[in-house]
């Protein structure tokens, strides 16, 4: 049974950072790329970093989080990370982690939800100012 359970959100103020955690479980070995988007309450699910398994290259991050958050894996731990630092009272939302057999983003559309089959249950992340 496959699982991905994320854990290290909380809450911390403007410019503080925080380690995200997604230990995942029974992930098939055709599983192409690990995401972590986020979703605030009212938007839409927005893709912040996309990890292809084979190499550990993180190939997409959005123009909001560029620079600031960083995406990465552990294979010997079945880990993926996501290391957000400066953080934003923006940046305030619900952060899953998901698995992809196929892209982790397109050119002109970045990271698309559709395109992850398995997700977590999500981690809350509140920064305030």
């Known amino acids: 049974q496959v699982q991905l359970v994320e854990s290290g959100g909380g809450s911390v103020q403007a410019g503080g950072s925080l380690r995200l955690s997604c230990a995942a479980f029974?992930?098939?070995?055709?599983?192409?790329?690990m995401g972590w988007f986020r979703q605030a309450p009212g938007k839409e699910r927005e893709g912040v970093a996309g990890?292809?398994?084979?190499?550990?290259?993180?190939?997409y991050y959005p123009d909001s989080v560029k620079g600031r958050f960083t995406g990465s894996q552990d294979n010997a731990k079945s880990t993926v990370y996501l290391q957000m630092n400066d953080l934003k009272p923006e940046d305030t939302a619900m952060y899953y982690c998901?698995?992809?057999?196929?892209?982790?983003?397109?050119?002109?559309?970045?990271?698309?939800?559709?395109?992850?089959?398995?997700w977590g249950q999500g981690t809350q992340v509140t920064v305030s100012s």
């Open positions: 029974g992930l098939p070995y055709s599983i192409n790329c």
């Open positions: 998901a698995a992809s057999f196929g892209r982790c983003a397109s050119l002109t559309m970045g990271m698309e939800a559709a395109d992850f089959y398995y």
């Open positions: 990890i292809y398994t084979t190499g550990g290259r993180v190939t």
